[in-house]
């Protein structure tokens, strides 16, 4: 669908080659990993981080992700002066040969381990996650993600 919509437009760019050659970055982790629904176009932007060399300190980014029921959502961002590419490519690569393939039956098993949908309320141990976004739990059936923010104040967002 991208794709699509930058083949209608392509043309009245100025720089229709390089325009092409960012949306390609895009994609080559997506082709590794297939869809993941939401997720894709956050694998998207990552795989662009990692494989454009082209990419500039302030660089305007943009995002497009569109849903069922005709629901489509576009924002940007701005790449930050602190981004670090080659880190980003090189944690990304072993993330990726790392990766190990399992059965439907292994990932439904993993599945209702971490997050059984027969329990109403659950809550993990997230204490040692130095992520900046960690998945809680859920609490009346719905899922609860706390924001690390590095002071030592969380925040609970659902």
Excluded at 38 to 55: F, H, P, Q, R, V
Excluded at 76 to 87: K, P
Excluded at 90 to 105: A, G, P, V
Excluded at 121 to 133: G, I, Q, R, W, Y
């Amino acid at each position: 669908m991208g794709l699509k919509a930058l083949r209608s437009i392509i043309d009245q760019s100025k720089h229709p080659e390089a325009i092409l050659e960012q949306f390609e970055a895009s994609r080559m982790y997506n082709a590794l990993v297939g869809n993941l629904y939401t997720g894709s176009l956050y694998l998207s932007l990552i795989s662009l981080l990692s494989n454009s060399e082209a990419l500039n300190q302030d660089d305007l980014i943009g995002l497009f992700s569109y849903g069922s029921g005709a629901q489509g959502e576009f924002y940007s961002g701005r790449l930050s002066d602190q981004f670090d590419r080659s880190q980003l490519k090189t944690d990304m690569d072993t993330i990726l040969s790392e990766r190990s393939r399992i059965t439907i039956e292994q990932y439904q098993k993993m599945y209702q381990t971490f997050l059984p949908l027969n329990e109403e309320d659950k809550l993990f141990d997230v204490s040692s996650d130095n992520s900046c976004f960690v998945l809680k739990g859920r609490k009346e059936n719905r899922r609860i993600y706390l924001t690390k923010n590095g002071s030592g104040d969380d925040q609970s967002l659902d």
